[in-house]
């Protein structure tokens, strides 16, 4: 008797187990690339934060850091500290070393202000209130407290020749220039932050300092024009030629002239950090909700108490600590 060999082919159940091979694979490869990507981010915005590092103590080196800004953002309801005036000229406030300080006497702050209503020697300095997100598209990206003054740094530095020579040779893509925001930031503030000074029972009004360099189409011809602040003032009317307010940057002809703040792997702005630190959520998940007590926080500072520069990481969160990237770390 012969037997007649015929093609077998694969059962349903074979087919299921490769494509489920298949996918299992594809999937590991996939989580390969995305870590590999990420790690290769991580490096090169720890590059830039060494370079920001480095600048800043070639400013300390050459200039003591002498040259205090005229004013800047402080944390607070819409105190805006002047180190011209007598008053806050005595408390020897320094914009680099502990230029944030409250007369609040609130959780987390608890010991810190008196809360007699007044800015005096009786109240202690502050860390610094972390930003939001700051992604593109996102209000805390052009205005936050941090993001104002990292400018005003970014001024100081570009005020070295040596300095503005390494900032200018830096591709566009590492460098963003500010856009104006007019009006209020929402509320509750986007540090996740409670009992701090964007945590205010209506939205917090945006204040420009001094030195800010802003741009904005104010011909809507789609090229945008640039204008430097000149005095402290709340940000109700937008930039404009002669205005009381502004004065027009006639001779900035691209970002490198335009104060930009550096700009980390992911495409964030970095920050500048005071000696004071930074105040930053831990207790957020993935989606900034809250997952622990209210107003648990964490202190960054560097570990020889010096201002340092911060990414917000993959995120692209300041406010979650978790992947936040510091210049002071190897």
């Known amino acids: 008797m012969r037997y007649e060999l015929r093609p077998r082919g694969f059962t349903l159940i074979e087919i299921m187990v490769a494509i489920g091979i298949i996918l299992l694979l594809v999937g590991m490869l996939s989580i390969g690339i995305t870590f590999v990507g990420r790690s290769s981010k991580e490096k090169a915005t720890k590059v830039t934060l060494a370079s920001a590092k480095a600048m800043f103590a070639e400013l300390d080196a050459k200039t003591k850091l002498r040259n205090q800004p005229q004013a800047w953002s402080w944390r607070g309801e819409d105190f805006v500290p002047d180190p011209a005036k007598p008053q806050h000229a005595q408390l020897n406030l320094n914009f680099y070393t502990a230029p944030y300080r409250t007369d609040k006497n609130t959780a ?53 020749p040596s300095i503005r020579s390494q900032l200018e040779q830096l591709p566009k893509g590492q460098l963003m220039t500010i856009g104006w925001v007019g009006g209020t930031r929402p509320t509750p503030g986007p540090d996740g932050v409670q009992s701090t000074g ?17 741009s904005i189409d104010t011909n809507n011809d789609g090229v945008p024009e640039s204008f430097k602040c000149k005095r ?12 009381t307010n502004w004065d027009a940057e006639q001779d900035m002809t691209g970002a490198n002239r335009a104060a930009p703040l550096l700009v980390d792997a992911f495409d964030n702005p970095i920050i500048f950090v005071p000696a004071g630190g930074l105040l930053v959520r831990q207790n957020l998940d993935r989606q900034g909700t809250p997952v622990g007590v209210m107003g648990e926080t964490a202190l960054i500072k560097s570990p020889d108490n ?12 300041f406010r979650n600590g978790d992947d936040n990237i510091y210049s002071f770390e190897e």
């Open 108 to 160: 987390p702050f608890v010991g810190v202000g008196d809360g007699n209503g007044t800015l005096d020697a009786r109240d202690g300095p502050d860390a610094l209130d972390a930003p939001g997100v700051v992604t593109k598209g996102t209000i805390e990206r052009e205005c936050a407290r941090a993001i104002l003054n990292t400018q005003l740094v970014m001024v100081q530095l570009r005020g070295q």
């Open 306 to 317: 010096r201002p340092f520069w911060a990414s917000a990481g993959p995120d692209g969160s």
């Open 198 to 214: 964007d945590e205010i029972g209506a939205p917090e009004d945006i204040y420009y300092f001094p030195g800010n360099i802003v």
């Open 232 to 243: 402290t003032h709340q940000a109700t009317q937008a930039p404009t030629s002669g205005s």
